[in-house]
């Protein structure tokens, strides 16, 4: 294994590094994304009838954006001498810098929407078609309505019991704050449970691989890393992180059609934001027309309109796509477990493997040894994603 270098050769480098790490502590998106009066306006949204546009309270933003801005601006880059390094932290830049102004005007309607599609982009028609595709498979034969329920702290000591398998140690929270189920927040090593959520076990077996054996897997793969930009995240990392977890449950054996029609729905939701829906026309279409129950439905539509018009969840089904893709055939999944990185700077990262600035992931998830997916129609799906 090459010697980890942090002499005065990449001094540089490392000072750059540093700088960023300091920088960017403080522009963890889904720390200001998530709307602190949820149940309260699902309540009154329910009670109008579906005919209410929801007003979401958020939390406040903690810096100063303009001056963040300058201080990322003001990086000496061209003292990074190796081009294809100069370039990821080039882009790094672009990118965080792309994140502030999404913070900046989180509650701001279409202001916001626009910087969210600068830093995640909306769905391509090939998106949509996938996702048409995807809602024309029958999941009925999967009920997990009937199966029994678990509560949030009873997952608590199934996500600490699962946990055992990696030698790594994080903290648990439930949160009444959360649109997710569930959700990993890097930068302090937390994995946060919605207090409302009952879990069933296989949503358990999806969400341990997914958030335990992928996120945390690269948040704790990241800080081994000499390089802070492993832990603070690559450009475009959420569709190749959220394609691995995925994929992990995949082959867990765990996911399913219905979980896969989920993402789907998420595609088709984002697109409606193109289009210019108001939250309502998005439940609507969601649970109107494509017959998503109620509460499915309120919970897809506050993910992407939450902020403004949030498109970083039409990435799932693109990052699925390409790392099914990427792992059939036969490439090494273990260099997209080296951090919060994205696959298209694999060539990046092994470079910098070769001069000692990174090392191989510690941690790899045990998922991804053995396929234990049971569905044909899974395997046939994800094969025929465009």
């Known amino acids: 294994m090459s010697q980890i270098k942090t002499t005065e050769e990449f001094q540089d480098l490392f000072d750059i590094d540093a700088n960023l790490n300091r920088l960017v502590k403080n522009i963890e998106l889904l720390n200001y994304i998530n709307p602190q009066n949820i149940a309260a306006e699902k309540k009154k949204f329910f009670s109008a009838k579906y005919n209410y546009e929801p007003e979401f309270n958020y939390p406040k933003m903690r810096f100063n954006g303009y001056k963040l801005h300058r201080l990322f601006f003001s990086q000496r880059l061209e003292r990074i001498e190796d081009e294809d390094i100069r370039q990821l932290y080039e882009d790094i830049i672009y990118e965080y810098s792309g994140l502030i102004e999404c913070i900046e005007t989180i509650g701001q309607g279409r202001k916001f929407y626009f910087n ?14 996938n996702a048409k595709f995807i809602l024309r498979f029958d999941d009925s034969e999967f009920d997990e309505e009937m199966l029994p329920l678990y509560n949030a702290s009873e997952a608590k000591t199934y996500f600490a019991e699962f946990s055992k398998r990696y030698d790594f140690k994080y903290n648990i929270k439930i949160s009444n704050n959360l649109s997710a189920a569930a959700m990993v927040l890097n930068n302090t090593q ?22 335990i054996g992928v996120h945390m897997v690269t948040t704790f793969n990241g800080l081994e890393q000499p390089l802070k930009v ?16 995925v994929f992990s449950e995949f082959m867990s054996g765990c996911l399913t059609i219905e979980r896969l029609k989920e993402l ?7 697109d409606s934001l193109n289009k210019g829906y108001n939250f309502s026309d998005t439940f609507h279409l969601l649970h109107n027309q494509h017959k998503l129950n109620r509460d499915k439905a309120f919970a897809i539509t506050l993910r992407v309109h939450r902020g403004g018009g949030f498109t970083k969840d039409h990435l799932y089904l ?16 273990g260099i997209l477990l080296t951090g919060k990185v994205s696959q298209e700077y ?13 090392v191989k992931p510690k941690y790899f998830t045990d998922a991804y040894l053995v396929n234990d997916n049971t569905n044909p129609n899974l395997d046939f799906i994800l094969k025929s994603l465009k």
Request: proline share 3%; net charge positive; glycine share 6%.
């Open 318 to 333: 693109k990052g699925i796509r390409n790392i099914y893709k990427y792992a059939k055939a036969g490439n090494d999944l």
């Open 116 to 129: 969210s599609l600068k830093s995640f982009g909306t769905p391509t028609e090939k998106d949509i078609e």
């Open 230 to 245: 492993f832990s603070n995240g690559f450009p475009n990392n959420v569709e190749t992180q959220e394609g691995l977890a």
């Open 346 to 358: 694999t060539p990046t990262i092994n470079k910098l493997i070769d001069l000692g600035l990174a």
């Open 190 to 211: 937390t994995l946060v449970l919605r207090k409302s959520h009952k879990y069933s076990l296989n949503q358990l077996k999806v969400l341990t691989n997914h958030e």
């Open 264 to 270: 789907a729905f998420r595609v088709i939701a984002v």
